[in-house]
């Protein structure tokens, strides 16, 4: 039960560039969400999805696309890369919102250049 | 909008010391109320879920408080040890969306 996963751990990526930060969950889910953590700040949210096929925005969403094929899945998509998306990036996972705290992935760092 | 504060933004304090975290939040309206704890270049892992109508929960030498009406909920540790060092961040889960709001963090440094 390997939990959250994400990939990869580090980037470096000049502006204008695009990338997808992987995110895979084995515990069966429907709920999962990504997070941007900057220095200092509390955690934000991007974009959450509460099942396959159905994806929502988060305070953040701007710059970035998620979608929500399979269960396991829940891949963050970053269009046109901009110094200001600089940061600490987090998947987390859980059953059910309200009774289940979230699980998270060990982060990607993130470096627009 | 749920506001989320944790004061002081870091603490030190020597090896066998009760530490005491403190968070407040701005709307009362919340389902739970939940502490993660942050090591260097890892992910958050879950301390204690407190449900709004608790007032508290207990985990070994952990016991968070949670006092809704006044906005305000509080972490002990108690006997700290060096292994306690780390970043702990509390979150109010909003009972409209179920939307967690973070706090920044109170970053603990245990000294030996």
């Known amino acids: 039960n390997a939990g959250v996963t994400q990939t990869p751990k580090f980037r470096i990526l000049k502006i204008g560039q695009s990338m997808t930060l992987q995110c895979t969950q084995d515990?069966?889910?429907?709920?999962m969400y990504w997070y941007r953590q900057d220095p200092g700040m509390g955690l934000k949210l991007i974009y959450y999805?509460?099942?396959?096929?159905?994806?929502d925005k988060g305070e953040v969403p701007n710059g970035y696309n998620v979608s929500r094929s399979t269960t396991e899945d829940f891949p963050l998509r970053l269009e046109l890369a901009a110094p200001s998306q600089t940061s600490v990036y987090f998947c987390?996972?859980?059953?059910?919102?309200?009774?289940?705290?979230?699980?998270f992935g060990p982060g990607t760092r993130l470096t627009v250049l | 909008k749920q506001e989320v504060t944790q004061i002081p933004a870091a603490l030190s304090v020597p090896e066998g010391e009760n530490l005491v975290l403190n968070c407040s939040f701005t709307?009362?309206?919340?389902?739970?109320l939940q502490w993660f704890r942050q090591d260097p270049g890892k992910g958050l892992t879950s301390l204690l879920l407190?449900?709004?109508?608790?007032r508290e929960q207990t985990s070994g030498r952990l016991n968070a408080s949670l006092d809704k009406s006044s906005g305000r909920s509080t972490l002990y540790i108690a006997a700290s040890q060096p292994g306690d060092s780390a970043t702990y961040l509390c979150?109010?889960?909003?009972?409209?969306?179920?939307?967690?709001?973070f706090g920044a963090g109170t970053t603990v440094t245990v000294r030996a």
């Open positions: 987390a996972s859980s059953y059910s919102p309200g009774a289940d705290t979230q699980y």
């Open positions: 515990m069966n889910h429907n709920y």
């Open positions: 999805s509460v099942g396959a096929g159905i994806t």
């Open positions: 709307d009362s309206a919340i389902y739970n």
């Open positions: 407190i449900q709004s109508s608790q």
């Open positions: 979150a109010a889960l909003r009972s409209n969306d179920y939307k967690l709001s």
